[in-house]
């Protein structure tokens, strides 16, 4: 898997047994492959390659109609120097790739010697002074050095950079490409995070940073790590961005030129297609515009409804259709019933909507006056269609002033007006 001898003699192989296919199959087969062959060169070819614009000079008189004359050799020519191309692009992922997983080993192994040579033999102390002179050193183990101390540093690092490869996933695609190069990145970031955390904390002890010389506890100690752990994101990113360029290598654009003359075929192709997809086109649209001004259809309803005028404890002050008397500047409420079917007595007024059958109508109910404001403005009800009752409430207050005061609650359909309740009230001194 390092050397990728057995993938890439595999990919020759193949590329190999193509070409001698090519040789051999009919002319038939080969222009009618012809598409895909152009366009696995240009994504391996750059634009201006002599090869790849035979080629594309090929695929366009294809593209013109009738039956172009192939030449075999520019096609073998052109999927051949596509191949190599391939060949030298793994090359250069698995050589990357292999760079990446010497470095995290070495960063390892250095990681390791720290962990388990230098720091249980006290070569390297990682233990602060606190910042009073009477307080005892503080080492991320606790209050004397330890050997695991350098182990623990590395393992915070470590942890500080699984959270950096985590939160790059969001930006991370999949490749069909045989080496696994994110899965490398990632495991170099574990390794420099390990090192970043011990390098960040004796940088801290020498007094490399002014003020930051002292801390106070094993927490601190372990967070400053993590943090330094995190911060390998500063030295990898280039390696991300590497990584990232060699993944998205390819050639997909075409020359200007085979654009346009492509264009030019295909308008010409589709000239002769238009007039009938137009009209067709035309037909839909002015009926979706027409369903569209028209809006859903309307739910079929027969019913009543009723108003009422209730003080705030819900006692009785008027009904529909009669006049209600009010004391000016008080609090009201105005109750609507719906219900079906329609009711042939006093106080309820039929509403009839024609439309489709259904078992629910939905009811916006709308209170409207010039003199007083409702709270909410607007209640949406679902009533059923056959044997049903809604109720919606609204609460109003009344001005100071005197006088007659017209009100009414307007009811609508899928924003459409179906009926109009109205009622008067009379604002007069308080009986």
């Given amino acids: 898997m390092l050397t990728g001898n057995s993938i890439e003699g595999a990919i020759e192989d193949i ?22 062959i152009t366009h696995r060169v240009r994504t391996q070819l750059p634009v201006g390659d002599p090869r790849r614009s035979r080629l594309e000079a090929m695929q366009l008189a294809a593209a013109r109609g009738g039956r172009p004359k192939l030449d075999r050799d520019v096609v073998i020519s052109a999927i051949r120097a596509a191949n190599l191309n391939s060949l030298t692009r793994l090359a250069r992922l698995r050589s990357f790739r292999n760079i990446l997983l010497t470095s995290t080993a070495l960063l ?11 720091g249980p033999t006290g070569a390297l102390s990682l233990c602060f002074s606190g910042f009073r002179p009477e307080a005892s050193d503080v080492c991320p183990s606790g209050s004397y050095p330890s050997p695991a101390d350098a182990a623990i540093v590395e393992s915070a690092g470590i942890l500080g950079a699984a959270l950096t490869v985590v939160a790059g996933l969001r930006h991370m695609r999949g490749s069909v490409l045989p080496f696994a190069l994110p899965l490398a990145t990632s495991l ?20 490399f ?28 990113r280039l390696v991300d961005q590497r990584a990232q360029i060699l993944l998205q290598e390819g050639f997909e654009s075409t020359s200007e030129d085979i654009l346009g003359e492509l264009s030019t075929v295909i308008d010409q192709r589709l000239e002769g297609v238009g007039a009938r997809v137009s ?33 705030l404890d819900h006692t009785l002050v008027g009904s529909y259709p009669e006049e209600a008397i009010l ?9 609507v019933h719906c219900v079906t079917p329609a009711r042939g007595v006093r106080g309820w007024e ?39 009752h809604a109720v919606a409430d609204f609460e109003f207050r009344t001005p100071s002033g005197l006088g007659r005061c017209p ?22 001194v308080e009986v």
């Fill in 15 to 36: 590329g190999a047994a193509e070409e001698i296919l090519l040789e051999v199959v009919r002319e038939e087969f080969l222009l009618t492959a012809l598409p895909e």
């Fill in 108 to 118: 390892f192994i250095i990681a390791g010697l720290i962990a388990l040579v230098l």
């Fill in 188 to 207: 170099l970031k574990l390794a420099t995070g390990a090192i970043a955390a011990v390098t960040g904390l004796l940088l801290m002890i020498g007094g």
């Fill in 209 to 236: 940073v002014p003020g930051l010389g002292g801390l106070d506890s094993s927490a601190q100690i372990i967070a400053w790590a993590i943090l330094f752990g995190c911060s390998q994101q500063l030295f990898t």
């Fill in 279 to 311: 009209q067709g086109v035309g037909d839909v649209v002015v009926h979706a515009m027409e369903r569209s001004l028209r809006g859903p259809e309307l739910t079929a309803l027969n019913g009543g409804l009723s108003m009422t005028i209730l003080n």
């Fill in 327 to 335: 004391s000016p500047g008080k609090e009201y409420i105005i109750r």
């Fill in 350 to 388: 039929k509403i009839s909507v024609p439309g489709r059958v259904a078992d629910m109508a939905q009811l916006r109910l709308v209170p409207e006056s010039e003199e007083f404001v409702f709270e909410p403005r607007c209640r949406e009800v679902n009533l059923p269609t056959t044997d049903g």
């Fill in 407 to 428: 009100m009414w609650v307007t009811v609508y359909q899928y924003s459409r007006l179906v009926h109009v309740l109205r009622m008067t009230v009379l604002l007069a």
